[in-house]
Nanobody, 120 residues
Framework: QVRLVESGGGSVQAGGSLRLSCGASHTTTRRTWFRQAPGKDREGLASIYGSTIQYTDSVKGRFTISRDNGSNTVYLQMDTLKPEDTGMYYC??????????????????WGQGTQVTVSS
């Protein structure tokens, strides 16, 4: 069982920045950030697997995922935030073999989430 803990959410104005952190109780090969806006499905934003990094189109050029292997922490640096970035942000691990990284149903472990609110 992998325990994931997110932190770093908050309220910012449009154009601002936040950095989210995802700590884990065990080493994970892949870790992915998801966002769930009110009334919408959970959306895969960014994933890191070794040296491979993947982003969904809506955050490319604005968000950066990185990891610190020493502390077993994955970060999501979010710049140029927009009101549509508002939502609960979750960290996930344990992607089932062969599944798409952006499919939330294919992950076994989730954190409790951290809220991000971007005002215009």
């Amino acid at each position: 069982q992998v325990r994931l803990v997110e932190s770093g959410g908050g309220s910012v104005q449009a154009g601002g920045s936040l950095r989210l952190s995802c700590g884990a109780s065990h080493t994970t090969t892949r870790r992915t950030w998801f966002r769930q806006a009110p009334g919408k499905d959970r959306e895969g934003l960014a994933s890191i697997y070794g040296s491979t990094i993947q982003y969904t189109d809506s955050v490319k050029g604005r968000f950066t995922i990185s990891r610190d292997n020493g502390s077993n922490t994955v970060y999501l640096q979010m710049d140029t935030l927009k009101p549509e970035d508002t939502g609960m942000y979750y960290c996930a691990a344990g992607l089932q073999y062969g599944a798409n990284w952006y499919s939330p149903d294919q992950y076994n472990y989730w954190g409790q989430g951290t809220q991000v609110t971007v005002s215009s």
